[in-house]
């Protein structure tokens, strides 16, 4: 006999904002006075939100209230829920008038400076109606941002795992051999793979997705290498290689920052996959719609000065 569906819970959202008050304070009483509540009325809220969800939200310590493990599980998730409600009026007055109203941005530190932000202030310019927030992240985190809906759209190397999520690729972005002017592999072309093995090469730290790719590279072309300095950003990278510390693998969207520096081809080429991510919804708000289109726009504008 199959077992009955449990059915699906029905939500309050101020039995979230109790929630996300309580999981901030660290405090029943500190959330009732935020909120302007008896705390017997806080506790009744968060007693049919644990009911409704079937689980415990706090553990009530001696001295403190802690979160249990399924609490930390929804708690971004109820905040952007919260933030869309109170941005709800900004939507609907947007749907009504144009494109308005918030717009939260993200992108990895390797394509941030580098693409995303050269375009911003043109969009900006274009919709002054939307108001943008910006943040940098690595791939796993901005991943778990759209996830929770903490972020509309973030621009990652592609492919990226995450079900639920749109992803749509823009361009490909060549990755190139940076040495310091002078080098030995500076003017010899196209370099293979293989010739990198036994410099000292300079990548980022551990959690950046083009780490992996540059340890990708270097494997399917058998380069051995000895890792001599791990950065959290390429300016410190690109400084170490005019010193003549090393070299690195670097995306081509960075030239404009290697002053000092010669970028050279791979043979065979390498490059990674540019695109963003979104939450796969029903709804997208016009400035959702506005920002992705305005991103192939300037993706067709990158191809025709190339």
């Known amino acids: 006999m199959t077992p009955k569906a449990r059915p699906r819970p029905r939500l309050d959202l101020r039995q979230l904002e109790c929630f996300c008050a ?3 304070t660290g405090s029943f009483t500190k959330a009732a006075d935020e909120l302007g509540i008896a705390q017997p009325s806080l506790s009744e809220q968060i ?6 969800l079937g689980a415990s939200l706090f553990e009530r310590l001696s001295r403190r209230i802690e979160l249990t493990p399924p609490a ?5 998730k109820a905040q952007a829920l919260l933030e869309d409600a109170a941005a709800l009026p900004s939507y609907f007055e947007g749907a009504l008038e144009g494109v308005a109203g918030p717009l939260r941005v993200a992108a990895i530190p390797t394509i941030l400076p580098y693409f995303m932000t050269p375009i911003l202030k043109a969009f900006a310019e274009r919709y002054p109606r939307v108001t943008l927030h910006v943040r940098e992240g690595t791939t796993s985190e901005l991943v778990e941002h759209v996830l929770s809906g903490a972020i509309d759209v973030a621009l990652v190397s592609l492919p990226v795992e995450g079900a639920g999520l749109v992803m749509k690729q823009l361009f490909r972005d060549p990755l190139l051999l940076a040495v ?6 500076a003017s010899t072309g196209p370099v293979p793979l293989r010739k990198i093995s036994k410099e000292r090469l300079l990548i980022l730290k551990d959690g950046h997705c083009l780490r992996d790719e540059t340890l990708a590279v270097c494997n399917r072309a058998r380069a051995q290498f000895d890792a001599q300095f791990e950065a959290d950003q390429f300016v410190t990278i690109f400084e170490l290689i005019r010193g003549g510390f090393g070299v690195s693998i670097v995306p081509e969207m960075s030239r404009p920052f290697s002053q000092g520096c010669s ?3 791979f043979e065979p080429r390498a490059v990674r996959q540019i695109g963003y991510i979104r939450l ?3 709804y997208v708000s016009k400035a959702l719609e506005a920002f992705t289109g305005f991103l192939k726009d300037a993706t067709e504008e990158r191809k025709l000065k190339r």
């Open 22 to 24: 309580v999981a901030r």
């Open 47 to 52: 007693a049919k939100l644990e009911q409704s």
């Open 72 to 76: 930390r599980a929804i708690l971004g």
């Open 280 to 282: 796969e919804r029903r």
């Open 180 to 185: 310091p002017q002078g080098h030995p592999l």
């Open 263 to 265: 970028l050279v081809p």
